[in-house]
């Protein structure tokens, strides 16, 4: 059975840090171009970025663009989503999903196949 599994989720104070990691079951990320999404209590889910499986390229939101990286260690399996300077607005339940990895290249995010997980929960407060 395919699979993907965040984690990485908490609580943490406005300012801070966390790194959520994106897993798989059943098959392997490295060849997968992944996307990370996120939807805050009352809001629509909204793209975070994604990462290429073919040319390692990334994309990150504009609105998240210099605090919020991902990246992906082949040897651990795991794509990962580096946040920073973490705000309020932030707090969400983010997600990771795979995504078309023909379209998604050259910092661009192709569409999605079908595949998430189950969330993690974010949340920024003080």
């Known amino acids: 059975q395919v699979q993907l599994v965040e984690s990485g989720g908490g609580l943490v104070q406005p300012g801070g840090s966390l790194r959520l990691s994106c897993g798989a079951s059943?098959?392997?990320?490295?060849?997968?171009?992944i996307g990370w999404f996120r939807q805050g209590p009352g809001k629509d889910r909204e793209g975070v970025g994604c990462i290429s499986s073919s040319d390692g390229s990334t994309y990150i939101k504009n609105s998240m663009r210099g605090r919020f990286t991902i990246s992906r260690d082949n040897a651990k399996d795991t794509v990962y989503l580096q946040m920073n300077s973490l705000k309020p607005e932030d707090t969400a339940i983010y997600y990771c999903?795979?995504?078309?990895?023909?379209?998604?290249?050259?910092?661009?995010?192709?569409?999605?196949?079908?595949?998430w997980g189950q969330g993690t929960q974010v949340t920024v407060s003080s």
């Open positions: 059943g098959f392997t990320l490295e060849h997968s171009a």
């Open positions: 999903a795979l995504l078309d990895p023909g379209s998604t290249s050259q910092g661009m995010c192709g569409p999605g196949l079908g595949t």
